[in-house]
């Protein structure tokens, strides 16, 4: 009877091992994983019409083993160029601590629309170039940042984020030991950092100026009054002259902004400043007409009323654009 009970004990034993060795089998590695941060020590030339900005920034990681070395093979995705220097690698409590310093050119989509109250998130994308997600990730170290005294001209840097993501490809890249329709993904890691303009002001009287300039000589055209002699046709040259000033002036804008999908704030004012224009010249038409029927007086009474009219549509038009810009940022 003993030696039954030994025997099937045995074989529980045996059976639990042998269950235990094949789930181990099926369960894959945890795959490796390294802190890696970054600190922005300068940006600078930030370019809008060539949608770039510079940065120069440490890049550090912290591995359990020095055979994984991550730095080395880390990709910037969003990167026209990049150099590294004061390359270091050295142990500390265990830990194989490496870092970098890199100066580069970054690409970034400059999205304009709401100028001068655009906000924008200046991203440095890095990706592991070697090794998947099954085999390594990164981990964001929460002591990345920026420095404080980072000063770029016209700009505040307002945040920063080290938001860690996967990056998935549709293609094996030739790899002969994975199935022709599989995937590949790997790790990657975004630096976010926050910039806004510091002299909004400024930078909205220096394109809006002109059109404004524009907008008020055309709504001063009403006080030609069309039974002055040659009235007509100063009224008409005061459109024209707010016409071509408003047009050369959009273009001088959208060089400075650069190409952008849908209308910015500038450009809706322009295009508010050319209907102004546009109704101006119509309404100088019919007075006109009006005129040649010998309605002196209502000619009078139609200006006044049209230059009112314009006026109130043109800056309540105007500041609902601004106040809704300002607030979408």
């Keep these: 009877m003993r030696l ?26 945890a795959p490796e994983s390294c802190k890696v941060g970054v600190y922005f020590v300068d940006l600078h030339q930030l370019d809008i019409q060539k949608r770039s900005f510079n940065a120069n920034f440490w890049l550090w990681s912290v591995c359990a083993s020095a055979q994984r070395q991550p730095l080395k093979v880390t990709e910037f995705v969003n990167a026209n160029s990049t150099s590294g220097t004061l390359d270091q690698t050295t142990t500390r409590e265990g830990l194989v ?15 304009v629309r709401n100028f001068p109250f655009d906000r924008h998130v200046l991203t440095v994308a890095m990706e592991e170039g070697v090794d998947d997600t099954q085999v390594f990730r990164y981990e964001p170290d929460p002591r990345s940042g920026f420095d404080k005294d980072v000063v770029v001209p016209g700009w505040r840097v307002t945040g920063f984020k080290l938001v860690p993501s996967e990056r998935e490809y549709d293609t094996t890249f030739g790899d002969p030991s994975l199935p022709a329709d599989a995937s590949a993904r790997y790790s990657r890691l975004e630096a976010q950092i926050s910039v806004s303009r510091t002299n909004t002001f400024t930078s909205f009287f220096k394109l809006a100026s ?25 009224r008409i040259s005061f459109l024209a002259g707010s016409l071509f000033a ?6 001088v804008a959208s060089a400075e902004l650069g190409n952008n999908e849908g209308l910015t704030l500038i450009d809706l004012i322009h295009i508010t400043a050319l209907i102004l224009i546009i109704g101006a010249t119509i309404l100088t038409i019919v007075a006109d007409r009006q005129l040649e029927t010998g309605k002196k007086q209502s000619v009078r009474r139609f200006d006044f009323r049209n230059a009112m009219i314009c006026a109130t549509l043109f800056i309540g038009a105007n500041i609902a654009l601004i106040v809704h810009a300002a607030i979408r940022g």
């Design 210 to 234: 002109v059109v404004y300039v524009a907008a008020t000589l055309a709504l001063l055209s009403f006080l030609f009054h069309l039974d002055s002699g040659g009235s007509f046709g100063s």
């Design 4 to 29: 039954q009970l030994k025997s099937l004990a045995c074989f529980a034993a045996a059976l639990f091992l042998l269950t235990a060795a094949a789930a181990s089998a099926q369960t894959p590695a």
């Design 246 to 251: 408003t047009v050369v002036n959009m273009r």
């Design 97 to 111: 601590w490496s870092a970098r310093k890199i100066d580069g050119s970054f690409r970034e989509d400059w999205d």
